[in-house]
Every structure is written in C-alpha cells, then in structure tokens.
C-alpha cells in the first residue's frame, strides 16, 4: 500500500540554520505530495503542496521539489526562524479511488533556539 | 471563507460510553475526511463522505462510524469506548475529495477514562 516516510527527528537548530526534513514515499501511479505543519494545540496547516513529477511547491520561504525518479518530496528552508518550531508532516494523495484520504509521514518535530 | 469547526474542542469520557463529534466543512466543500491522531500510531485515516455517502474507510473496527448530511456537516461516533480510543480526532475538507488539498480543522481532543 502506500507508504510514507520522514527522517527521524527530532530536529534541533539554531535561528538562521538551513533546514532539511526529508520524505520519501511509495505509491501507486502518481500521487500529489503536501507538507503540512501543526503548532500546539492546534490542527494541521497546509504549508505547501506538488502535483506532479518536478513541481516545486513554495510558502513562506519553505520549498519542496517532487522528484518522482527518487520518489521524494523533501522540505527546505534556507534561513529558520523561532516561529518555526512546529511538527512538521509529509503526506502524499494516491487520488483515484483513495477519495479523501491522505497518507502521512510520522512527524519531524523541529525546534529553533535564538 | 470561514475555515473548518469542529466540536466539541474538548471532551472527557469513561469506558464503555459513547461519543459524537461534529465537523462544519468550508463553504462549498463536499468532502468530509475524518483522522485519529495519536502519539503511538501518528495521523491515521477513518473515513470520508461526500454527498452523505461514505466513499472511502480506513481499518478501524465498526465501533466508529459516520454520517454527513444534506449541508455537508459531517459527524463520527465512536461507542463503546476504549482507552486506546483517546486521542486527537481531526475532520478535514476538500471540494470534492479527489486528491486535491484538504484543509484541517482544530480538532477535538477526546480523553476516556
């Protein structure tokens, strides 16, 4: 079935520092890849999101490029801010008969000290 | 547009009872996503609605259900409940629930003593 994986965190950086979380994933057909954040207490936010084989999705300084000969999707962003710290979840949308449903990385928690 | 609501945001139940969430969709939207977020099991998917019918489900046992109806508001129950069964419930939306962005509401945390 289709899977999602996220490198292992947590992630602990100081302000400024470049950031990589990285997500691999397995899929059927061709998917459409998202990275969503969740602060404390609340629900997911979309951060960005690709639909389709070299797409590079953009928000807030933060990218991702789909790159379907590596099946990755990993996120960067060049300069962090404290603000940032957050949970951070790749999820992928096989679309076709999967109606609604998203699958999801298990989560980077990244954490920005001044 | 207002986003997705949902609540109750909190609730405390015992074993054995049952519960009801509810979750508005954004205007326009007819898909209704429902997920169980633990720290154990992370973002797992129960099912979702589009135009009252479920379309899709996720492997949780029959003790969770759902329905949506005619305005797109969609509820789950969870009955008999179980201590494994506390966690974060998460109802998402999308137009039309075919691979397009969904987007989150807060969540409602349920705890069973």
């Known amino acids: 079935g289709d899977s999602v994986t996220q490198m292992e965190g947590p992630v602990t950086l100081s302000e400024e520092a470049f950031l990589t979380i990285n997500c691999t994933y397995t899929?059927?057909?061709?998917?459409?890849l998202f990275w969503y954040v969740q602060y404390p207490g609340e629900g997911l936010q979309l951060l960005l999101k690709?639909?389709?084989?070299?797409d590079k999705g953009s928000n807030k300084g933060f990218e991702a490029t789909y790159r379907k000969e590596t099946t990755s999707f990993h996120l960067e962003k060049g300069s962090v801010q404290v603000s940032d710290s957050a949970v951070y979840f790749c999820?992928?949308?096989?679309?076709?008969?999967?109606?609604?449903?998203?699958?999801f990385g298990q989560g980077t928690i990244l954490t920005v000290h001044p | 547009k207002a986003g997705v609501t949902q609540t109750p945001r909190y609730l405390i139940k015992t074993r054995g009872q049952q519960v009801t969430l509810s979750c508005s969709p954004i205007?326009?939207?007819?898909?209704v996503s429902w997920y169980q977020q633990t720290p154990g099991q992370g973002l797992q998917f129960l099912f979702e609605?589009?135009?009252?019918?479920?379309?899709n489900k996720g492997n949780f046992p029959g003790r969770f259900s759902g329905r949506q109806f005619s305005n797109s508001r969609s509820e789950m129950n969870v009955s008999t409940l179980e201590l494994g069964d506390s966690a974060l419930y998460l109802c998402?939306?999308?137009?039309?629930?075919?691979?397009?962005?969904?987007?989150f509401g807060p969540g409602t945390r349920l705890l069973v003593l």
């Open positions: 205007s326009g939207h007819r898909s």
């Open positions: 999820a992928l949308s096989a679309g076709g008969t999967s109606y609604g449903k998203l699958t």
């Open positions: 609605y589009f135009s009252e019918t479920q379309r």
């Open positions: 998402a939306s999308g137009i039309q629930g075919k691979g397009e962005t969904q987007y």
């Open positions: 690709a639909t389709k084989a070299d």
């Open positions: 899929a059927t057909g061709y998917p459409s």
